[in-house]
């Protein structure tokens, strides 16, 4: 038995056996074949269907409608125009205007370039909520309530801003519930153990984060010249996660020892640049040059990905799977628990973390009178901490430390 030349449909094969009759095969995309049974007319019929389905550019008709999708039509743009339009006029304008900080405009960024590589080529009309919980299926819950915010304003605009559609399909979206959390968080043995294998840059950084309480956002974006008094050893910092809250968390913390210790070293490295937390690197990219402020400084990412790096290398926490080992960001929440180990005040460790109450944060006097930061110390002495009688997974702590404890965004 072998195929006959195909003279009645596109991807048919007709196979007759030996008894004489003839029996029609579809050749699938992956090259498999499908039985159209023996009828004639039931297999053109089937065929026709089947390409159509499968095959939206098999014949010329389909060439020409698959060609004119694709064009950009001006009431029923591709999704990923219209994704580009609304980084230049909704993304942009907020950014420029002040309304998101240049992490939350990059966290945005990157979910909205995320769609346009995935869901570009269908027109605004074609996106349904099942494209999209389909695109989401396999992310955790956190991941999918950060999109599934991003997606909601950009429906929107397409919506209220363009009219290009009635309904919003992202409201038929709801995120998982976010899992238990996996990573675990350091020990201060861990962390010296991790500091011992870093270069002396990255040392400074951990202490400074250790012993400031500061995200890793706002110690990246320390400049010596405009943050930090020498004088009075002093650091201010409007924490930039809070800049579009209505009262901004705008603190000028007291360095005690230890704290001021990191922050002289690295005042007083022989590396010239003006912020804080820097290195001087071996070769410097024209990529890096283009979004780093100044070559020697540090991004968020870089500084994430260095303490990763040594963390690992140093073996500190090898007991641990490595989606459990603590990060960077874990180092806020070990200050925080020295803190309130070492005597500090419930009040002192919020106001320091950024954490305070309204009547206590509140920003701005009636009128127009000058921003002014609420002054904090950062007073913690290790030397009068016995890190040894810490239970570390203590839950009896006072319900607003472990509030701070868990707060694990960036």
């Not at 094969?13 to 090259?31: F, L």
């Not at 004088?231 to 360095?255: C, D, G, M």
């Not at 005042?267 to 990219?285: A, D, E, G, M, Q």
Request: with cysteine; proline share 4%; charged share 25%.
């Amino acid at each position: 038995m072998s195929p006959k030349q195909n003279l009645i449909a596109p991807h048919v094969e007709i196979r007759r056996k030996s008894s004489g009759v003839s029996y029609y095969y579809y050749r699938m995309p992956d090259g498999s074949l499908e039985s159209l049974g023996k009828v004639r007319s039931e297999a053109i019929e089937a065929a026709a269907i089947l390409t159509t389905a499968l095959r939206p550019s098999g014949d010329l008709v389909s060439k020409i409608l698959a060609a004119s999708s694709t064009k950009s039509n001006a009431r029923n743009p591709l999704f990923a125009q219209v994704l580009e339009d609304y980084i230049v006029n909704s993304l942009n304008v907020d950014k420029d205007e002040g309304k998101l900080s240049k992490a939350t405009y990059r966290l945005k960024i990157m979910v909205v370039k995320e769609y346009i590589s995935n869901l570009g080529h269908l027109s605004i009309q074609q996106i349904t909520a099942f494209d999209l919980a389909n695109h989401l299926k396999n992310r955790t819950g956190n991941t999918q309530a950060k999109h599934i915010a991003v997606l909601n304003r950009v429906f929107k605009y397409a919506i209220s801003g363009c009219g290009y559609i009635n309904i919003n399909p992202v409201s038929q979206l709801v995120a998982k519930e976010p899992g238990k959390r996996k990573r675990k968080r350091h020990t201060l043995e861990g962390l010296e153990t991790v500091k011992t294998a870093c270069p002396e840059w990255l040392q400074r950084a951990i202490d400074i984060a250790l012993y400031s309480l500061q995200r890793r956002g706002d110690l990246v974006n320390l400049n010596i010249d405009h943050h930090i008094d020498k004088e009075k050893k002093t650091i201010r910092i409007l924490q930039e996660k809070t800049r579009n809250y209505a009262n901004p968390v705008f603190i000028e913390i007291s360095a005690g020892d230890a704290l001021w210790k990191a922050i002289d070293s690295s005042i007083t490295s022989n590396i010239p640049c003006p912020y804080l937390v820097h290195f001087r690197p071996i070769r410097i990219k024209a990529s890096d040059r283009q979004v780093k402020p100044h070559p020697f400084a540090v991004l968020p990412d870089y500084l994430t990905k260095s303490f990763k790096k040594y963390r690992d290398k140093s073996g500190a926490y090898d007991h641990l799977p490595s989606n459990q080992r603590p990060t960077f960001h874990s180092i806020r929440a070990l200050g925080i628990m020295l803190y309130f180990k070492a005597g500090f005040s419930i009040d002192y460790i919020m106001l320091l973390a950024g954490h305070a109450d309204e009547k206590t944060t509140q920003r701005y006097i009636d009128g127009h009178e000058k921003q002014r930061a609420i002054k904090v110390s950062a007073g913690l002495d290790l030397s009068k901490v016995k890190t040894s009688d810490i239970d570390w997974l203590d839950t009896t702590i006072p319900s607003e430390i472990a509030s701070l404890l868990t707060d694990l965004e960036e």
